[in-house]
């Protein structure tokens, strides 16, 4: 099986869905491999009250017949969602698909937080693009103060952010995300550090790993 296959993500999406229980609220995530956890969790045929980080998933999960609400909750018990990049510290690079701000408020909020990816994503260290959303008020200001930041082509997000990357060289992930989140105009960064993170299901071929990162 070639790497990055859609069944790695499929594997690696089970595994994760296995994790959820009948009663829970779950934070569902966005992108290629949720597309995968959403049919296994419908499968599961359990009673959940889901949080949707996107329109997208939002859409798909409602029909599939998931109880999705509004995200008027402070815990939920699970998280699931995708990573562009994984390093072997646990730290993640999401927002490939623009929902990284989301994405961070579901996971921070949840009391286990899963990343489900196929085998082209772990790195060993972490490399440029990292994924902004910055507010537009004053974002020629921003992005001069940010200097190695590049506008993306995509529509502003659901909260009105402007979609950006960082796309210059870094070596600590720790000193960016402190740089990033100290900058006024900053919504939200991509840089999720391991103490976010619970467990990672990386599927390699007919096998998935579970490691598991920071229990909490
Ligand atoms: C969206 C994300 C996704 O989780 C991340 O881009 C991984 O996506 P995919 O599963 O399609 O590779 O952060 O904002």
């Known amino acids: 099986m070639p790497a990055g296959t859609e069944e790695e993500k499929q594997r690696a999406a089970i595994a994760a869905a296995a994790l959820v229980e009948d ?6 995530g966005t992108g290629s491999t949720v597309a995968y956890l959403l049919p296994a969790l419908a499968a599961r045929d ?4 889901c949080v949707a980080t ?13 109880r999705v609400e509004p995200f008027t909750v402070a ?3 699970i998280a699931i969602d995708g990573a562009d ?3 072997p510290e646990g730290w993640l690079v999401k927002g490939a698909g623009a929902a990284h701000t989301r994405e961070k408020l579901v996971a921070a909020t949840a009391e286990r937080f899963v990343v489900i ?15 902004l959303e910055l507010l537009a008020f004053g974002l020629e200001s921003t992005l001069a103060r940010l200097g190695t930041v590049q506008r993306r082509g995509v529509p502003i997000s659901p909260d009105g952010g402007v979609i950006a990357d960082f796309i210059g060289e870094f070596s600590d992930p720790a000193d960016l995300a402190r740089r990033l989140e100290s900058t006024p105009g900053m919504v939200d ?8 993170v619970s467990i990672i299901f990386v599927a390699q071929g007919q096998s998935v790993e579970r490691r598991d990162v920071s229990p909490r």
Request: hydrophobic share 40%.
């Open 75 to 77: 815990h939920l018990d």
């Open 46 to 49: 359990l009673s959940l009250r």
């Open 23 to 28: 009663g829970m609220t779950v934070g569902l």
């Open 54 to 66: 996107s329109p997208q998933t939002e859409w798909a999960a409602l029909q599939l017949g998931l």
């Open 117 to 131: 990816a196929d085998s082209t994503k772990p790195v060993r260290a972490l490399h440029p693009p990292i994924p």
């Open 189 to 196: 960064h991509g840089l999720f550090p391991p103490d976010m």
């Open 85 to 87: 990049q994984i390093s």
